[in-house]
């Protein structure tokens, strides 16, 4: 009698213990509000922790997928950040966006189940891998996951719609401008600071990213820092004159 009142408190450690290791890291990421659906239950998050791969690191250049990489995964950034680009009808290089922590990377291979563009590593970086196929099986179950895909997949057009206009009707020194401003909020909707935060991207992809030569881009730099807009230090940029900057945009 006395070794199955031993044997009760035993089951009750080993169940917390298995509690405790299937407690989903999704819940410890800082991250978290920013990639996963509000009003998850635990038990949702521990099922959707199960089905998450997390990388090794990415070394700066390394590839995470390109357009002849069967689509499998969706992607979401840990650490670091990456750029997606395609390849122009002139054979050039065309980057198309970078993708700093928390923000999903491949939803636009949704549709034809198909990479539209190859994803680099701009500095060591890592991933949360998520496998389509378990994440749509999950998504039936977890509606409020298929909603936040969707929220991702509006926001992502947003971004697009946002991105031609950016390219269409602003002049050069606009252009950069409404570029560090979107930086900055991005950087500050993930808990960093929004007045100072490291450039990954070279000048060079800066310029294809906004459709400018990189001898404009250096040169607007230098301009920005003489009007006391902002001041670098490596690959360090701090915005000092928020409020010059937005009325610089308008």
Do not use: W
């Given at each position: 009698?006395?070794?199955?009142?031993n044997?009760?408190?035993?089951?009750?450690?080993?169940?917390?213990?298995?509690?405790?290791?299937?407690?989903?890291?999704?819940?410890?990421?800082?991250?978290?509000?920013?990639?996963?659906?509000?009003?998850?239950?635990?038990?949702?998050?521990?099922?959707?922790?199960?089905i998450?791969?997390?990388?090794?690191?990415?070394?700066?250049?390394?590839?995470?997928?390109?357009?002849?990489?069967?689509?499998?995964?969706?992607?979401?950034?840990?650490?670091?950040?990456?750029?997606?680009?395609?390849?122009?009808?002139?054979?050039?290089?065309?980057?198309?966006?970078?993708?700093?922590?928390?923000?999903?990377?491949?939803?636009?291979?949704?549709?034809?189940?198909?990479?539209?563009?190859?994803?680099?590593?701009?500095?060591?970086?890592?991933?949360?891998?998520?496998?389509?196929e378990?994440?749509?099986?999950?998504?039936?179950?977890?509606?409020?996951?298929?909603?936040?895909?969707?929220s991702?997949?509006?926001?992502?057009?947003?971004?697009?719609?946002?991105?031609?206009?950016?390219?269409?009707?602003?002049?050069?020194?606009?252009?950069?401008?409404?570029?560090?401003?979107?930086?900055?909020?991005?950087?500050?909707?993930?808990?960093?600071?929004?007045?100072?935060?490291?450039?990954?991207m070279?000048?060079?992809?800066?310029?294809?990213h906004?459709?400018?030569?990189?001898?404009?881009?250096s040169?607007?730099?230098?301009?920005?820092?003489?009007?006391?807009l902002?001041?670098?230090?490596?690959?360090?940029?701090?915005?000092?004159?928020m409020?010059?900057?937005?009325?610089?945009c308008?």
């Amino acid at each position: 009698m006395s070794s199955s009142n031993n044997i009760t408190p035993l089951f009750q450690d080993l169940a917390k213990l298995e509690n405790e290791q299937h407690r989903a890291v999704c819940q410890d990421c800082s991250l978290s509000r920013l990639c996963l659906p509000l009003g998850l239950h635990n038990d949702d998050l521990v099922q959707l922790d199960k089905i998450i791969k997390r990388s090794n690191s990415y070394k700066r250049g390394h590839s995470l997928f390109s357009i002849d990489t069967p689509f499998k995964s969706l992607f979401v950034v840990r650490s670091g950040s990456f750029k997606t680009t395609i390849s122009a009808s002139n054979g050039r290089e065309q980057v198309t966006g970078f993708y700093f922590p928390g923000e999903f990377i491949g939803l636009d291979a949704i549709h034809e189940q198909v990479y539209k563009s190859n994803a680099r590593a701009l500095e060591s970086s890592s991933v949360c891998e998520l496998p389509y196929e378990n994440l749509q099986e999950l998504g039936q179950e977890m509606p409020q996951l298929q909603l936040q895909l969707l929220s991702r997949l509006s926001k992502e057009l947003s971004g697009d719609k946002g991105l031609m206009l950016l390219l269409g009707k602003k002049s050069a020194e606009e252009k950069l401008a409404t570029y560090l401003l979107s930086l900055s909020k991005r950087f500050n909707e993930r808990g960093y600071s929004a007045t100072e935060f490291q450039l990954s991207m070279s000048r060079t992809d800066i310029g294809n990213h906004l459709g400018l030569a990189v001898e404009t881009v250096s040169r607007l730099f230098s301009r920005f820092q003489e009007q006391g807009l902002i001041a670098i230090a490596g690959k360090t940029i701090s915005l000092q004159a928020m409020d010059k900057m937005d009325a610089l945009c308008k």
